[in-house]
Each structure stands twice: as C-alpha cells, then as structure tokens.
C-alpha cells in the first residue's frame, strides 16, 4: 500500500491567499484541497480523508465560529489551525473549548506556518506508525 | 400691622392682669355688704336656712324664758307653731340650691318668715317690744334677692303685721304713737339701705363677673397668641437658617438686585464663581460691577428693562487675566407675592464639569464609531497583505538576479510597515477585554523603565520618582498598562530631544472634597468620587516643548500625529486601554514648559 500524503484542508475564500498557501504547502511535500466555503469544508471531509483543517475566520457563507462546531462533531481529533486578521481572536476560540491547534495573524509568517504543520505531521505519523 | 396689634393686646392683658389668670376667682359677695360667702363656702340656701334656725332659736328663747309668757293659753297653738317651723326648716334642706335663685319663691319665703315671726311674736305675748327689731333682720335677710321690690314688699307686709299685732294687743292701731311713728320710717329706711346695697352688690357683682369672664376669654387669646408669636418666631428663625443655608450651599451663583440696580444677594456660589466677595458687592449698583461681570450687569438691566428672562449657554467668564470659565447665565424678575417685580435675579452655573463631561462623551462617541469602521477597513486590507508578504517572501526567495531579489525585499518591508499600522487600528478598534490582577503599580512602571533605560540615558533624560508610600496592590491588565506607560514615556522622551526631566509620580486619591477635586480632572473623578471609591493616580511628565492648546483637545483622536513616522493611534490606544479599566487619561501642557499625563485608574475592592 502506497504512503497516503499528508492532506490538508484549505479554507480560503480569498482567491490570492489560497494560491499561496496551496504553493507553499504544496512545495512542503503536503497534499492540499483547496476550498472556499464553509459549506466545502464539510463536504470535503465527508469525502476524502483529511489530516488537518487550515482556514481562516471570515467566509462569506459561515464563520469560523459556526463552521468548527460542526466538523467537531464528526471529527474531534481533527487538529485545526486558525488564520485570521484579527489578533485578539485566538482568546474566543480558546474559551469556547474548540481545540484549536494553532493560531496564525495574518499576514501569515510562512515559515512558522510550515513549521507547525511539520510538527503536527510528525506527531500524526508517531501515532500512525 | 397685625404683629403690632397682638403686642398691644397681649400688654393690655399682661398689665390687666398683674394675678394669674387661673387664680381662684376675686372673692364674690353676697346681697350682705362684707358677707363673703365665699369665704364661709356659703350658698344661699344654708345662709337662710342658718338665718331661720337663729330666728327659731330666738322664738323658742322667748316663748320659753320669757316672764311675761303666758304658756297655759297659748299651749298647743306654740307646739303646732313650733312643729310647723321645724318642719318648714327641715324642707329647706331638701330643696335644691338651684331653687333658692329664683326671686318669686324668695320673696314668698321672706314673707312667710315674716309672718313666722310675727307669729312667733305674738306666741310669745312680746308684742310692743324692742324685739320688732326681729322684723328688721327678714329685710336685711330678703336682701339676699337681691332685688329691691322683694325687700320692700318685705317691709310693708312686717309694717302691716306689726300693726296687726299693736292692734291684737292693744286694740287700737298706735300709729301716732311716737316710738311707732319712728320704727316704721326706719324700717323703710333699713329696707331700702339694704335693697340699694343689694342692687350696687349685684351690680358689682355682675360687672365683676363680666370682667372675670372677659379676663379669662383675654388670657386664653393672650396665651395663645404668645404661643403663636413664639411658634411664628421660631418657624421664621428656622426659615431664615433654612434660607441662608440653601443660599450658601448652592453651587449655582445666585444674584440678586433690586429695581434700583443695587445688589440685594450675592451668595457664595457667585463668589466662587465669580471671584468677587460678597462683602465688595453688596449694596453695589449693576454699573459698578467689575469688568468681569459686566456680561452679568448687561443681561440683568436689559431683564430689569425689558421684563424677559434671558438665557446664555455659552458665556466664558473671566475670571483671572487669563483663564476663563464656562458659565451659563440666566437672567429673570423677581416677582413679590402679589406679582409685583421687586428686582431682577441672575444665576450662574459652572459648566466646567459639564463641558469636560461632554467632550469626553462626544470623544468616546466618535472613538467607537470610527473604531468599528477601522476594524472593517483593517480586516480587508489585512487579507491582500497577507498575499502581498507571502508572495513577495517567495519572490525574494525564488529569485536570483539581486536587484530583482532587492525589489522583493522593499515589497516585504512596506507591507509590514501597512500591516504595523493596520495592528495599531486593529488594536485600537478591538473590543475591550481587560484582565485585570492585583499587582504593584511600582513595579509596573519600573518594568517599563528598565526596557527604556538605554534609551533615556543616550537621550540624556534624568528620571524622578515621587512614589505614594505604602500603596497597596491595584487591580490592573498589566501587558495594557504597561502598553501605556511605555507610549506615554517614549512620547515623553520624543517630546525633550535635548535631554530633560522625566518625573513619575504616583498617588492615592481618596474622599476628595468637590472643591479639591477641581484642581485635580473634575471630569474623571466626578462619578468615582460620588462613590467615595479610591483612585490611583499615575502622572508621567516631561520637561519638553509641550503641547499647544489647539492641540490638546485633538490628541486622543485616532490618527491625530504630529510626529512625522507616527499613526496617531497611540494616545488614543492608551485613552482607549485606561478607559477600558474604568480610569481616565488626562494631560496638562505648557508650550515650552512640559507636558504631565495622568493616568486614574479605579482601585477596586475599597
């Protein structure tokens, strides 16, 4: 049996900042879906199998806040990272127990975003293996 | 008026009455001039019946131990008599004393004693006696009615019966003869002595209770109209206190002045406004008013001329050479009870509070508004940056040539120059959430101090500290406060590029007096103090150019600089984060001199 990628999950209703994350993550040896809603978001993780949930807060169909909730319910392991504008955010998301996994203030620091991916898949592959 | 006439009745009846009013009453007389009935606790009733058993006594005397008496004939006709009298005397008991005032009955008991004597005389056999003397006592005793028909009537029936009885013993009326001739006048004599004495008794006696009666309707008036000028005297004391104290304890400046323009009242809230003292103004004319006072002196004579209450919102004061006040001035009559104007009254209000109050109002108002309109604004731009810094990192990163790499580079610069002042609008925008713990204020200020020592010390800025002794730990989010001591002291240093004195002062605010608030920011302690809560004061000042009056009233506002690389979100960070902890930020500036900012925050849990 072929090593599956690691697969990430892309939230990003912004066209230009999914081009980039996907370039960089692709580049990291990471297989990326690319989505734009919220609505996709679920419906990819009914679909295919998915390591990780990267997504931003804002999307035009639902937020962040609303989305999470519901991918928890089928998925409480799912390690989820968070990019927002907003600095003050990750407070809201700690206290509502959601379980984030990380936080990232955008303009998101590329290299520390890779890195704590890296790490995330290391720990993923620990309990694989 | 009135007040006048109750002084002269109540010394009419104070003269009037030299003995109290609810002393027993004068001693009252009988019908018997010197008889002092009251004296003997005698009525009528046991004055006559005491007379009958006299007269009894005397007939018994002589009908009994009389030598001339002839018992034998007379016998059974002295004891039917006897008996009848005794009987008669015994009935008197147990008629009511109330029956003994009437005059008919009276006058028909003298008659009958008369007739008892008269019979009792000629029992006796003493006919032409000196004992016709007894008829004299029924006239004087019938004065008792008072009245002198019945005692005239009295002393014709005893000349009638004495006739009778010369008549029964001699058989002949004597009336010639001269002791007869001279008893009779005598008796009508006696008669009429005793019944003008009796009328001029009655007549005292009724004048006397008259005056007795009005002595008593006077003395009750008197009493209480003297506890009625005491009541008023007291409740017009107390409404005078009462008046003075609301005159003296109002903040609104009260003045008064009559039609002529002369100052009736200048109470102490005008003195505290104004600057003038009472004494100086009293009695002044409204043309004499001090030059600061004019705008007062002009509203109060047009009010006076015209009879219209005028109202200036916005009048600054003067009220030193050069510092003025917000007032607020209102002008209108003074009217009497019966509507007629008696002067004009001129208020005014201190509007310092109320303006500071307001400014700070209109300054949150337009903060929130304009903050939730830059947390849009930043969150859209926000989202290109992050494309923009991404690519451009991959573009430096990618390429080769250098100059093309150095391109990249400036891209990636610039963005996080945006995205710096993008934080600081998100910053300022974002909700408040303070965490506040107990920490030393000290200590926080002394953490800040240690990340600037390097840059105070190349900017040849000497520290002083004026630390509050013994101050206990202030509930406080550190990271925010200590956000804000870092900006006020690196502005502090900006603004003394060639070197100063930076000053740190804390203190403890505590029960102030309204009138020692005013030195201190009336505005921001106005309601802590009403609570009497606690109020930590933190002041950074400078010794720097200092910051023009234009200026200040703009320099919380969001993006207000006048720095050349700033956002002009700074100050407005800071008021925004002390704001957040329930405290205020306040500056006072001197071109030239320096710039103090006071930071208060609550202390809770005092």
Known sequence: ?129 | MKIDLLIAMINTATLEMPTAPHAPSVPFRSGFGGFTRTALQLGTKEILILFRVLVFLVIVVLLFFNEKNNQAIYQTRVEIFLSLFTCSIVAMFFVGARWYENKGLLSALFVADTLFITAGLYLSGIRDTDLFLIFFTTVFISALSQDVKSVFSVAIVACALYLFLQYKTTGEFMISDTVSLVRFPFLFLAASMSGFLAMETKKNEDERKRLEGMNVILAGQADASILKMTEMNRKLKSLLEYHHCVLSSIKTGLIVVQNDGKVRTFNSGARQITDCVEAEMAEKRLEEFPENLKPVAEALQRTLAEGKTYVQDHLDLKISRNETIPVTLETSLLKAGNGEVVGAIATLKDMTLLRQMETQLVRSERFSALGEMAAGVAHEIKNPLNAIMGFSQRLSDKLQEPSLKKYAEIISEEVRRMDTIVNDVLEYSRPDRVHKTPVDAHQVLEETLVFLNEKLEKGGVQVERFYAVDLPPVAMDVPKVRQVVLNLVLNALQAMPQGGKLTLKTRVIEGLLPEAAEAENQAALYERLFLQQKVLSIQVGDTGCGIPKENIAKLFHPFFTTKITGTGLGLSICHKIIHSHGGSLDVDSEVGKGSVFTIHLPMEGN
Request: glycine content about 6%.
């Open chain 1, 1 to 129: 049996m072929e090593k599956r990628p690691f697969t990430i999950l892309l939230a990003e209703d912004e066209s230009a900042s999914r081009f980039l994350y996907t370039e960089v993550l692709e580049e990291a040896g990471f297989r990326v879906i690319p989505v734009e809603n919220g609505l996709q978001v679920l419906g990819t993780l009914e679909d295919e199998p998915v390591d990780l949930l990267l997504t931003d807060i804002k999307m035009p169909d639902m937020h962040a806040m609303e989305m999470i909730p519901l991918v928890r319910a089928e998925h409480p392991n799912l390690p989820i990272l968070v990019a927002s504008a907003f600095k003050g955010m990750e407070d809201d998301f700690a206290l509502k127990g959601f379980n984030i996994s990380g936080f990232f203030v955008k303009p998101v620091n590329m290299e520390g975003l890779k890195k704590k991916i890296g790490e995330i898949a290391v720990a993923f592959a620990a309990t694989a293996a």
